[in-house]
């Protein structure tokens, strides 16, 4: 019923910048919660950065000054800027959101399916 694509991700060079989208699509009332998580290989998953629905916002500390979450609730669009990229922030990137869903209630927990950000030194 409810379906998150993210897009953006490629590969840049070390300083670079890279903006990612997560589009929410299907019977969604309104998104309570929305977050980014990346995941590296041989590593956790691991919170980025989250944003609620009355605007407070999260960075994880090596994302702190680098990384810029916001939402366009008109659009069900959740975006991510990443700036001064660094190698280590090499990861796929995956969009979760807690939505409200039409004739359902919750919020339910969805995920994206992921997109691929690599870093060159």
């Known amino acids: 019923q409810v379906q998150l694509v993210e897009s953006g991700g490629g590969l840049v060079q070390a300083g670079g910048s890279l903006r990612l989208s997560c589009a929410a699509s299907g019977s969604i009332f309104s998104i309570n919660f929305a977050a980014w998580y990346r995941q590296a290989p041989g590593k956790q998953r691991e919170l980025v950065a989250h944003?609620?629905?009355?605007?407070?916002?999260y960075y994880i500390d090596s994302v702190k000054g680098r990384f810029t979450i916001s939402r366009d609730n008109a659009k069900n669009t959740v975006y991510l800027q990443m700036n001064s990229l660094k190698p280590e922030d090499t990861a796929v990137y995956y969009c979760?959101?807690?939505?409200?869903?039409?004739?359902?209630?919750?919020?339910?927990?969805?995920w994206g399916q992921g997109t691929q950000v690599t870093v060159s030194s």
């Open positions: 979760n959101a807690h939505v409200q869903v039409v004739g359902r209630g919750g919020p339910y927990s969805y």
């Open positions: 944003i609620t629905s009355t605007g407070t916002i």
